[in-house]
């Protein structure tokens, strides 16, 4: 079974410019969520989505915004870029919303915003 | 909300040391803990987790116990190698809820 696919790996952007990012979750796992890794913040949550709905959100400001589409695939996006959102994004998906499902990530897409 | 509190590093052992990082948490209710291992230009893998208090999760030589009453789950390996090395990131989730990270701890393995 494939893992979770994360396109692209790489992306060098400049301040102000708009940025998004694709997440191909395991087959036949309906749950995606993302984090934002920074060697001085760690690991945030950023969103999770089920089933094309957010279901939680966190402490980010409204320039990050995601989506999920019907097939589970799931995108987020980060406008007006500023320096601190260099970091490297993380997707992980998940069959269910149980309690013992963990989370599959993906290798990430490292942003670099100059 | 969810915290979790993670040994520093960064930790430096010889291979065939003993291993131990430590991780206690704070949560409400009865969350989920896990271990994810994160190596040298990948994404974070899950490596053990366990579900329920006095759970044992293990891998790949790697265990930590569920302990409910000192709210930790420390990772503990008997013999480390090379390969071992990587930032090692306790967690505590409940379902799909947002899982809440440790700041990670480098361990480093020397032959």
């Known amino acids: 079974k494939a893992g979770v696919t994360q396109t692209p790996r790489y992306l060098i952007k400049t301040r102000g410019q708009q940025v998004t990012l694709s997440c191909s979750p395991i087959?036949?796992?309906?749950?995606v969520s993302w984090y934002q890794q920074t060697p001085g913040q760690g690991l945030q949550f950023l969103f999770e989505?089920?089933?094309?709905?957010?279901?939680n959100k966190g402490n980010f400001p409204g320039r990050f915004s995601g989506r999920q589409f019907s097939n589970s695939r799931s995108e987020m996006n980060v406008s007006t870029l500023e320096l601190g959102d260099s970091a490297l994004y993380l997707c992980a998906s998940s069959p269910d919303t149980s309690k013992n499902s963990p989370q599959y990530f993906g290798a990430g897409t490292r942003l670099s915003v100059l | 909300g969810n915290s979790v509190t993670q040994m520093e590093g960064p930790v430096t052992l010889s291979e065939e040391a003993f291993l131990t990082i430590n991780c206690t948490y704070t949560?409400?209710?009865?969350?989920?803990l896990f271990w994810y291992v994160q190596y040298p230009g990948e994404g974070l893998q899950l490596l053990l987790k366990a579900t329920k208090a006095d759970d044992k999760g293990s891998n790949k030589g790697f265990e930590a116990t569920y302990r409910k009453e000192t709210t930790s789950f420390h990772l503990e390996k008997g013999s480390v190698q090379v390969s071992d090395s990587a930032v090692y990131f306790c967690?505590?989730?409940?379902?799909?809820?947002?899982?809440?990270f440790g700041t990670g701890t480098r361990l480093t393995i020397i032959p």
């Open positions: 989505y089920f089933s094309e709905t957010q279901r």
């Open positions: 087959s036949g796992h309906r749950s």
């Open positions: 967690a505590v989730g409940f379902g799909n809820e947002k899982l809440t």
């Open positions: 949560a409400t209710g009865y969350p989920s």
